[in-house]
């Protein structure tokens, strides 16, 4: 086989990143307002709760699919060792994706079931919130392999460690869904939204800078790239805590857009330092992106085709926010 | 009991499948049902082809909805079970099937809104051109889907080094050996699936005397329909059956219950394969049909089971079995649509009650036929992921241990369980409530654009 005159591996990898942190800002606050559901006090603000993510909830979906699809393609190997190593997290999560999407659909269309539809939303949205901080936790701690393959047992992604970093992404996705509900909503919705903000801002803080502090000891790699040194990527955590401040601020002054894009600001460089830390292992403590990148002509076909539909899933993302922004109304279209 | 992690991978890949593939081999054929019906709206600008219209849109969401649930499962299904297979085959499956999910993406974001919601908003022209492109759509992602089957089942246009498969032409990998046949027998079948469906819910509303002209028009149009794809697609099958004893023998042995390869091979009605003992038991047959079948030869050879050791040979009895309730259900559905020509004098299949009832009951066959199908070529191929080149046990996932695939399966067939329950049982509301109510709804700015949503039945 010839050399490829361009190395396509690098900006796939820039593409599943950007997948990534766009399944996880997206899907993150409608897993949100699950996670939050049956805390909210009356059924009229579970409506708007449900109203507010309805219209696109699916559409930010439709980004994990796609990232499993093109790892699939473009990096086999991150692939065949998640999944076989995640196994039973991976039926978790897609069992709690299936529940919630269900509930979904037929809580507005349910009268006397309605309650357990609510049910339904709540556990499945949660279950899938900690198995996906579960995943990140278990990224962070490494595999166990062989020649390529996995070759640790079934329940290796399950430790003290990675409890941690689901319960610390169950609390960031409810902080991500309290803060989008600010936006959304009006009147006591939104006040009890805003009460929510403070305690849940306080949890990740805490949950997050445990996972920070352990995380070295976890993985040595990654306390050899933070503190030999001084390097540039002591800017990431440090924008991630002004961005917390931002949020406490905006809460604060009783804004209403700006704690939500800050909290969007926490996450984006939270992920941007867990990838800094990893960079360039996909399959830690084995294997690079180079290791686990698919054939050259292989990333070639495909990126083919992405880069004709990937503009088009953007624009239209996009116009389904445009159509449906402003505040929500819990008597809206459904019934 | 040792629980066996490969068995169990293969009853969950089984199960996840079936379940799942019920939904697309209905949304295919529905989907082209609707571009027609909605076809004909634009021609005619006749309300009642948009009243028709709705009502399917409305089922077809559901189903839609249904399948777009299950098929998640199975995206992730061959990293969790399958990841050696996976692994080796990646260069070719993984643009294959990320090119099924773009294409479903591209479908949807661009046209599903406009079909399920646009009525009414957009000009009728425009309406019917996304009810055919979400129809095309369908068949394009079923284009993926069963090219990346077609070269498990015979591959080609790739070379294998260090384990790992490189494609050195597309086109040969994705237009191989068996993919046109399969192709074709699927599309098919998507259309018997529609148009059964179709037929069997106007007969219901016939019986019920609800909406009786409309429902007459549509189960007329699809009798004709039927008539003319029932025969071509058992001429298609047979073409398809030919494809597969040039590449697997071994498979059309197992469906034709041959152990010995032999000159005038029987074609056998009934027969209880006997995988210990290699042989059949209680044979009932038409002498040297199946070889003039397979060769157009009354003394063409047969090859038989027993030319592979007992370990490369599929479950025979599984095979012959599947096979002959696929025949059956395609022969019974050609001589249903036989039979509603000779009662179309006077309109006459409109009053015939035990015809209607027949087509009620027909509503299951191409289900029933199309799984029956699907265990035919995939058991069939046994032991084999990748024809001739990789075993089920090379490619399971070599951490499996029994009792995580035990776990899985059970919990897999309890999820789908639910939501089947809630999906079937909402589908039957919502065809309960017929095409009268599907008068437009001035509700909607705000509503999502998710497909069940366009269904305004009430759940309870």
């Not at chain 1, 924008?239 to 939500?260: D, M």
């Amino acid at each position: 086989m010839s050399e490829p005159i361009f190395d396509l591996t690098y900006i796939w990898a820039g593409i599943i990143a950007f997948g990534v942190i766009m399944y996880v800002l997206m899907d993150g606050f409608d897993l949100g307002q699950g996670i939050l559901f049956m805390f909210a006090p009356s059924e009229h603000d579970r409506d708007i709760m449900m109203n507010s993510v309805a219209p696109v909830w699916d559409g930010n979906e439709t980004w994990l699919v796609l990232g499993g699809a093109g790892l699939l393609a473009a990096f086999p190997l991150v692939y065949t060792i998640f999944l076989p190593a995640l196994y039973i997290g991976v039926f978790l999560l897609l069992a709690g994706l299936i529940f919630r999407g269900v509930a979904f659909e037929f809580r507005f269309k349910a009268h006397t079931s309605k309650y357990l539809w609510n049910w339904s939303f709540a556990i499945g949205s949660t279950v899938a919130s900690f198995a996906q901080g579960a995943v990140v936790g278990a990224y962070i701690q490494g595999f166990e392999t062989e020649n390529m393959r996995y070759v640790g047992g079934a329940l290796d992604w399950l430790t003290p460690f990675t409890v941690l970093t689901g319960l610390g992404l169950v609390a960031g996705y409810a902080l991500l869904g309290a803060t989008w509900l600010i936006m959304k909503s009006e009147g006591e919705t939104q006040a009890w939204a805003y009460r929510l903000v403070k305690p849940l801002l306080a949890s990740v803080l805490i949950i997050f800078g445990i996972i920070s502090v352990w995380t070295p000891f976890v993985d040595p790699f990654v306390a050899e790239r933070w503190f030999t040194g001084f390097t540039p990527i002591w800017l990431l955590p440090i924008l991630g805590l002004a961005c917390a401040y931002w949020i406490f601020n905006a809460v604060n002054k009783k804004r209403e857009g700006t704690p939500f894009v800050a909290t969007m600001g926490l996450f984006i460089f939270t992920y941007l330092g867990l990838l800094a830390s990893k960079w360039p292992y996909v399959v830690p403590p084995s294997y690079t992106l180079a290791d686990a990148a698919s054939a050259h002509e292989s990333q070639l076909f495909l990126l083919l085709g992405l880069l004709f539909v990937i503009p088009i899933v953007l624009v239209y993302t996009a116009w389904t926010y445009w159509v449906f922004r402003g505040k929500v109304k819990a008597d809206q279209g459904y019934h | 009991m040792e629980l066996d992690p490969l068995l169990l991978s293969r009853i969950q890949f089984a199960f996840v499948v079936s379940f799942h593939a019920i939904f697309p081999v209905f949304t295919i054929g529905l989907a082209s049902y609707i571009a027609v019906i909605y076809g004909l709206a634009f021609k005619t600008n006749d309300p009642k082809w948009e009243r028709l219209g709705a009502f399917w849109t409305q089922v077809f969401a559901v189903v839609f909805g249904m399948g777009v649930v299950s098929g998640i499962v199975m995206s992730f299904q061959f990293g969790t079970n399958w990841s050696n297979f996976s692994l080796a085959t990646a260069n070719f499956l993984g643009p294959v099937l990320s090119y099924e999910v773009v294409t479903a993406f591209f479908l949807e974001a661009a046209f599903l809104g406009v079909l399920l919601f646009g009525r009414g908003k957009v000009p009728n022209g425009v309406h019917f051109f996304a009810a055919l492109m979400v129809s095309i759509g369908t068949f394009i992602s079923s284009f993926w889907i069963l090219s990346a089957n077609s070269w498990m089942q015979t591959p080609g246009g790739v070379e294998v080094h260090d384990g790992i498969y490189h494609v050195v032409s597309w086109a040969d990998a994705i237009f191989n050996d068996s993919f046109w046949y399969r192709f074709a027998h699927m599309a098919l079948a998507s259309f018997l699936t529609g148009g059964f469906v179709v037929a069997g819910v106007s007969a219901w509303f016939l019986i019920q005397k609800r909406d009786t002209e409309l429902h007459r028009k549509a189960l007329s149009m699809t009798l004709w329909l039927l008539l003319f794809l029932t025969p071509l697609q058992v001429f298609i099958g047979d073409l398809h059956g030919l494809n597969t004893l040039k590449h697997q023998p071994t498979k059309v042995a197992a469906m034709e219950g041959n152990w010995e390869t032999q000159k005038g091979a029987p074609l056998l009605l009934f027969a209880i394969p006997d995988q210990e003992q290699q042989m059949n038991h209680f044979e009932v047959g038409i002498p040297k049909l199946a070889s003039y079948i397979l060769t157009h030869d009354w003394d063409g050879e047969i090859p038989g089971v027993k030319e592979k050791p007992p370990e490369l040979q599929p479950n025979v009895p599984i095979v012959f079995w599947s096979f002959r309730i696929m025949v059956a259900m395609g022969l019974l559905m050609v001589l249903v649509a036989v039979i509603g020509l000779f009662l179309r004098r006077k309109r006459a299949y409109m009053n015939s009650r035990w015809y209607l009832q027949t087509l009620r009951l027909m509503t299951l066959s191409p289900f029933i036929a199309v799984l029956a199908g699907w265990f035919v070529t995939e058991v069939g191929r046994a032991p084999y992921l990748i024809y001739g080149e990789m075993t089920h046990a090379e490619g399971v996932t070599p951490s499996l241990t029994g009792g995580m695939a035990l776990f899985t399966l059970i919990g897999y067939f309890l999820v789908y369980a639910c939501v089947f329950a809630a999906g079937a049982y909402y589908l039957t509301r919502v065809i309960r409530g017929g095409t009268e109510g599907t008068e437009q709804h001035e509700d909607d700015k705000h509503r999502p654009k998710r497909p069940l949503s366009a269904a305004e039945a009430s759940f309870d």
